[in-house]
C-alpha cells in the first residue's frame, strides 16, 4: 500500500472515489497523457477529423452489426430471407440494416480521405512509419472485413463476387487451386464458405482491426501528430516542457471533432434515410436476387471501394505484360547507364531484368513476334500467364502502399512547401484513381481497357519513381513554427 | 481545483450542448431497443387458432398448440361437472381469486371456469415450474392419487393435482390454478383460442 494518494479531508465524494480508482487503475494518469495533457498542434485543418470519423464508424459498424446478428441466420438455405425478415419483420430492422450498409461505404470514404491526407502532409515520415504500417493493415483488414461482410446477404452479387475473389487466389501457381478449397470449405462456394466468413466478419477481423486501431492510437500518441505544414511541433517547447505549437487534445480537439462529427451525420443520415442504395452503389441492385449457382448476372462489379484495384486487375492483359516487360527493360538500360553503380550491381540488375522479363511473358513475346516460335513455347521461357500477374498487380497495388516511408525522399515533408508542378502530379494522380475506379464499375470497354491500363502505369509510376521524382524541383524553406491565423 | 473563475457562459452552454446530446442519444437508442422486441414474425407466430370441436366426444380432451403452449379443450360430461361441487375445502382457491386478471377471464369466473359449462378450455401448463400435467379423468384411488380422487389432472414433475376445472389442490407444489387463456366461440363447434370479445 506503499505511494497511495490520500484525498484531502475536504474532497467532494467525487473526489474521494476518484482517488481510490486512481490508486489502482490509471485513470487520471490515461486521461491526462492521452486527452487532458496530450498536445496536438494547432493548425489542424479539415483533413485531420478523418481519423476520429473512421473511429466513429467503426463502432457504428460493430454496434449495428451486434443487432444484425440477432436476426441474421448465417445458412445458405436461409441467409436471403433472414435478410428480409430483418428489412420488413424486425421492428426499426431497415434502419439497422442500412445504417450497416452505408456505414460500410461511408468507413471506406473516411479512410481513403485519411490516407490522402497523409499523403498531402507527410504524416507517414520518419518517425511515423510504424504508425503508417499499422494503418495500411487496418486498410487491409478493412477490405477483408468488407468482403467476407458482403457474402452474407447471399444476393447474386455476394455469391458471385465471392466466386470470383476466391477464384484469384486460385490463381497462384502451384499451390493455388488447393488454397482455394480451403477458403471455400467447398469445391464452390457455398454454405461452408458462408458460415466461416460469417466467423471471420463477426468476430475474428473486428477483433483484429480493434487491436490494430489501438496499435495505431498508441504509436500515434508515442510520436505526436504531424501537421499541414510537416513542422515537428515538439521542437519547439517552452519552458513548461510544452510545445509552443500544441494545444490539448481535450478540450479543444475533442468539441472540434464533435462538430465534425455532427457535419459528418447530416450526410450520412441524409443517405441512409433518403438514399440508402445511393443509384447501386452503396447496395448493387443484383444482390436484391437470391444467390443462384447456375447463372451469373449479365454486369459483374464489385462494390465501389474495391473497383480501382478490380480496374488494374481487369487491365492486366498480355498486351499489358509485354509493355512492362520493355519498361523493365528500359528501367534496366537506363540504371546500367545512368546510375554508375558499378559493375557488379550492373550485372544483378541485368540479370533480375532478364528473370523478370522472362516470367512477365515478354521473352515469349519477344521469341514469337520474331518468330521463333518454337523456342517461345519452351517451358522456361514461358511465364507466367497475365492472369495470374494481373493477381499480383492487385495485390502489388495495396502493399505498395506499406512502403511509401521510404519511397518518399522528398527533403520537405509537407505539400505547402513543394514545388508546383508536385501538386499537379498528385492532381494526376488522384484523377487516374478516380478514372479506374469509375472504369472498375463498368462492363469491360475497348477504350475504357486502354484508359485502365495508362491508370495502371500511372498507379504505379507515381509510387516507384517516387524516389526519383520526389526529390527533384526548388523547395520553398520550411518555417519553424506552424502557420496559424486565430479564427 | 483550478484557480480560475468560473465561467458561466461557458457552462451554461456546456450543460445545453450535453442535454441536447443527450436527448439524442435517446432518440438513437430507441431502433435498438426496440429491434430486440418481438418482431411482426413472431407477433403473427403467436396469432389465434382456431379448433373446431363439432367431433369432441364427453369426457374426450383435445389439445392444440398456442404460443408455443399445449391448450387443452375437454368437453366434461355432467358427472365430471357434478364432482365439481364440494371440494371446497380441498382446494387452494376455489373461486379463482388469486391473480383473476392473470389466469381466469371474466367469462370464466364461475363454479365452471368456462363460457359454456360443458367444454373446459385450459392451458395445460402446470402453475409449479412449467410441465405438462397428464389426464387423470377415472375418478377413484390410483397411484399417486387419493382415496377419493374425483378425477382431474397430475403433474407427473411434482405431483400437483388439479380438478376437472383446473383449480389446484390444497398442500401441493403448484400454487395457482391452471390458467383459461382469452377464447371465443365463433359458432356451436368453432372455437377460437387467443382472441376474445374484449380484444
Known amino acids: ?74 445458412d445458405s438455405a436461409l441467409a436471403f430471407a433472414s435478410v428480409e425478415y430483418i428489412m420488413r419483420d424486425v421492428p426499426w430492422g431497415w434502419l439497422i440494416r442500412y445504417l450497416h450498409s452505408t456505414g460500410a461505404s461511408a468507413f471506406f470514404v473516411v479512410v481513403y480521405l485519411h490516407m490522402f491526407r497523409s499523403l498531402l502532409y507527410g504524416s507517414h515520415r520518419k518517425p511515423r512509419e510504424l504508425l503508417w504500417i499499422f494503418g495500411c493493415a487496418i486498410f487491409l483488414c478493412l477490405m ?19 466466386q470470383v475473389i476466391v477464384n484469384l487466389f486460385a490463381a497462384v501457381p502451384l499451390v493455388g487451386p488447393d488454397l482455394a478449397l480451403l477458403i471455400r470449405g467447398d469445391y464452390v462456394v457455398g454454405d461452408a464458405t458462408l458460415n466461416r466468413f460469417f466467423a471471420f466478419h463477426v468476430i475474428a477481423v473486428p477483433l483484429a482491426l480493434v487491436g490494430l486501431v489501438a496499435a495505431h492510437i498508441i504509436a500515434l500518441h508515442e510520436v505526436g501528430s504531424n501537421n499541414p505544414d510537416g513542422v515537428e511541433i515538439k521542437a519547439k517547447t517552452g519552458s513548461d516542457g510544452r510545445p509552443l505549437d500544441g494545444i490539448p487534445f481535450h478540450p479543444y480537439y475533442t468539441v472540434h471533432d464533435i462538430y465534425a462529427v455532427s457535419v459528418f451525420l447530416v450526410i450520412f443520415c441524409a443517405i441512409v434515410f433518403f438514399a440508402p442504395e445511393f443509384g447501386g452503389y452503396f447496395l448493387e441492385y443484383n444482390n436484391f436476387i437470391p444467390a443462384d449457382p447456375l447463372q451469373t448476372p449479365l454486369h459483374i462489379a464489385p462494390v465501389w471501394y474495391f473497383t480501382p484495384y478490380y480496374s488494374m486487375l481487369r487491365a492486366t492483359t498480355d498486351q499489358m505484360m509485354t509493355v512492362l516487360s520493355g519498361l523493365v527493360g528500359l528501367a534496366a538500360v537506363l540504371a546500367i547507364f545512368k546510375a554508375r553503380l558499378g559493375s557488379a550491381a550492373n550485372l544483378f540488375i541485368a540479370a533480375a531484368a532478364g528473370l523478370l522479363i522472362v516470367l512477365f511473358g515478354g521473352a515469349k513475346t519477344l521469341l514469337s513476334s520474331l518468330g521463333l516460335v518454337g523456342l517461345a513455347q519452351s517451358w522456361l521461357l514461358a511465364g507466367f500467364e497475365a492472369k495470374f500477374w494481373g493477381v499480383v498487380i492487385m495485390g502489388a497495388a495495396v502493399l505498395i502502399l506499406f512502403f511509401l516511408p521510404w519511397l518518399d525522399q522528398c527533403p520537405v515533408k509537407s505539400i505547402r512547401y513543394r514545388p508546383g508542378w508536385h501538386k499537379s502530379l498528385y492532381a494526376v494522380f488522384v484523377f487516374f484513381f478516380f478514372a479506374l475506379g469509375y472504369l472498375g464499375s ?3 470497354s475497348e477504350p475504357g481497357n486502354y484508359v485502365s491500363q495508362v491508370g495502371t502505369l500511372v498507379y504505379f509510376g507515381f509510387f516507384l519513381l517516387m524516389p526519383w521524382w520526389s526529390r527533384l524541383g526548388r523547395f520553398a524553406p520550411v518555417p519553424e513554427r506552424v502557420t496559424f491565423a486565430a479564427h | 481545483m483550478s484557480e480560475r473563475p468560473i465561467d458561466d457562459d461557458k457552462r451554461t452552454w456546456l450543460i445545453a450542448a450535453s442535454c441536447a446530446g443527450a436527448v439524442g442519444a435517446g432518440f438513437a437508442a430507441v431502433p435498438f431497443v426496440a429491434s430486440v422486441q418481438p418482431s411482426e414474425r413472431a407477433r403473427a407466430a403467436g396469432a389465434a387458432v382456431e379448433v373446431d370441436i363439432g367431433t369432441l366426444q364427453p369426457g374426450e380432451r383435445r389439445t392444440v398448440e398456442w404460443r408455443g403452449k399445449p391448450v387443452w379443450i375437454v368437453r366434461r360430461t355432467p358427472q365430471q361437472l357434478d364432482s365439481l361441487q364440494g371440494l371446497g375445502a380441498l382446494l387452494a382457491d376455489p373461486d379463482s381469486a388469486r391473480k383473476a386478471d392473470e389466469l381466469t377471464p371474466e367469462y370464466a369466473r364461475n363454479p365452471h371456469r368456462s363460457i359454456k359449462p360443458e367444454v373446459f378450455v385450459a392451458v395445460g401448463i402446470c402453475s409449479h415450474l412449467g410441465c405438462s400435467p397428464t389426464e387423470k379423468f377415472q375418478p377413484g384411488a390410483q397411484a399417486s392419487l387419493p382415496d377419493d380422487w374425483a378425477g382431474g389432472f397430475l403433474c407427473p414433475c411434482h405431483g400437483s393435482t388439479f380438478d376437472m376445472a383446473g383449480r389446484v389442490y390444497r398442500n401441493k407444489p403448484a400454487p395457482d390454478n391452471l390458467e383459461v387463456p382469452p377464447h371465443m366461440y365463433l359458432s356451436e363447434s368453432r372455437l377460437i383460442i387467443g382472441a376474445d370479445k374484449k380484444a
Not at chain 1, 144 to 162: K, R
Open chain 1, 1 to 74: 500500500m506503499a505511494d497511495f494518494k490520500v484525498a484531502s479531508t475536504d474532497a467532494t465524494l467525487a473526489e474521494k472515489l476518484l482517488t481510490w480508482v486512481d490508486n489502482r487503475f490509471p485513470a487520471t494518469k490515461l486521461f491526462k497523457e492521452h486527452m487532458s495533457e496530450y498536445y496536438a498542434p494547432k493548425n489542424f485543418n479539415i483533413w485531420y477529423v478523418f481519423g476520429s470519423l473512421a473511429l466513429l464508424v467503426l463502432v457504428m459498424q460493430i454496434v449495428t452489426g451486434i443487432f444484425l446478428t440477432m436476426h441474421y441466420k448465417p
Open chain 1, 442 to 444: 463498368q462492363p469491360p
Open chain 1, 144 to 162: 477483408a472485413e468488407a468482403f467476407t461482410g458482403y457474402l452474407l446477404p447471399w444476393g447474386q452479387m455476394s455469391y458471385w463476387g465471392a
